[in-house]
DNA sequence: CCTCCAGTTATTGTGTCCAATACAGAACGC
DNA sequence: GCGTTCTGTATTGGACACAATAACTGGAGG
């Protein structure tokens, strides 16, 4: 527990719970349930539920309890333009105030991204399904944007392009095909473009690749969850799809 | 009381009043207060606090009750940053979808918040501080809006947008000067300019226009600071400007 | 006159209790 | 046999009571 109230601090743990995907959307998240879990009364627990509805983590269904909310294609497909919008202004304002060791950074986490990337397409291919390692994947990308973040210096767009990304999580990376190693190549390779288009000290370059960058790693989602839909039938949680990236 | 319960339309109205400016920024909200002015206990309204909370809107000071946030100049462009991304999207989604009685919804509005305008830089030169006209006027150019994001259907976006949108309101419209009449006047060609854009289909059109016109409106916002600040000394709450347009 | 300290008070944070609502399943009527 | 209503139970929504923390008063000492 860090900082003063228990409501933030479990709305905090239940926020990173519901994202990495530890909780899956559309399970119904019982009060008492998590009251004893996190030691207290259902009162703070309540007002950290409310706290996630709010960014639109969950939704309160009345009378009947909270509820993970799992995305549709359709609002999918909406979290990544935004993102792609707030991913380029970002850039753009980072690259024109980004220090050297920022640049630094970059090229830490692009690399670290590029490794897991790799790794996680030849676990993908050996049939492997290492949960940890998705994890690890997105958290490296992730990583990346944060830098780019941290150093736009813009709090209120790092607020809100962390609540469009926050709409996503890991489950099905498993799916494999020549066209999906294609896209996460490219993906992987568009970091560099950044990096280089910030370094060179263009603003304009930086924001067009970002915005690019972003919504092709709409894609490369689509084309996985197409390819996971195909390859399982699997049952269909009714009302909204059950992945959540 | 519209819906189930009393936390969601507590949060409402308290959002409401906020945006609307009845409460000011920097004030600080007792919970027992509020919980007597809505006759409910302090629980509902201390959930609804906790939204509105993570809706950035109010800030929980842990054991000293929480205060309406004022922003900084600094938060305020980067929310017409946010904003302008966002509503090109939106405008660039609506211009592919909208119907003819969406452009007539469009059209309506448009001479709608013309003639506030009008009415409201008359109101400004002759002295007259009308602030029931000035919500109508902020009211008129919302409601412009919104008729884009109806149109373009994209709920994600929309919540964002309003979410950028709400970080503002209406205070002090009561500058006069010629450049302001100009940028006042820009500003409302701008809204004749971007429906024809849609009108023509074009997509890229109006979400230049759109962007253009929302960084317009940041400029026009900032310009009206600068001319009250410079007419009135006026005693600065410490710690974040006390406006909030 | 100012500063520091202690006791008091006001206000928040949390736990507990009760009422209201929704779902499950049995009893009942047709 | 099937649908309907009733009742029981689980779970939420809200009220209230208590504990914890911070502001506020007043006074003593320098």
Chains 1, 2 share one sequence.
Do not use: C
């Amino acid at each position: 527990m860090s900082d003063g109230t228990k409501a933030d601090d479990i709305a905090l743990a239940l926020e990173e719970a519901i994202v990495s995907g530890e909780i899956p959307p559309g399970s119904v998240l019982r009060q008492e349930h998590l009251s004893e879990q996190f030691a207290v009364s259902r009162t703070p627990v309540r007002e950290a539920l409310r706290r996630l509805a709010a960014l639109g983590l969950v939704t309160f269904e009345p009378n009947r309890g909270v509820r993970v909310r799992s995305l549709s294609r359709e609002e999918l497909r909406e979290a990544f333009l935004v993102r792609a919008e707030l991913e380029s202004l970002a850039t753009e304002i980072a690259a024109t105030r980004m220090t050297d060791e920022d640049l630094a950074a970059l090229e830490n986490a692009e690399v670290r991204f590029s490794d897991l990337t790799r790794r996680l397409v030849e676990a993908s291919h050996a049939g492997r399904q290492d949960l940890e390692l998705a994890r690890e994947w997105l958290h490296a990308n992730h990583s990346f944007h944060d830098v780019i973040y941290a150093a736009a210096q813009s709090p209120l767009v790092e607020r809100m392009a962390k609540a469009a990304r926050r709409t996503f999580l890991v489950k099905p990376f498993w799916a494999t095909g020549a066209d999906l190693d294609e896209l996460f190549e490219k993906n992987d390779h568009q970091h560099r473009a950044i990096r280089e288009a910030i370094a060179a000290r263009s603003p304009e370059g930086a924001r067009v690749l970002a915005r690019e960058h972003v919504l092709s790693s709409g894609r490369l989602l689509e084309a996985i969850l197409d390819k996971v839909a195909a390859q399982a039938p699997e049952r269909a949680p009714a009302g909204g799809v059950g992945y959540r990236l």
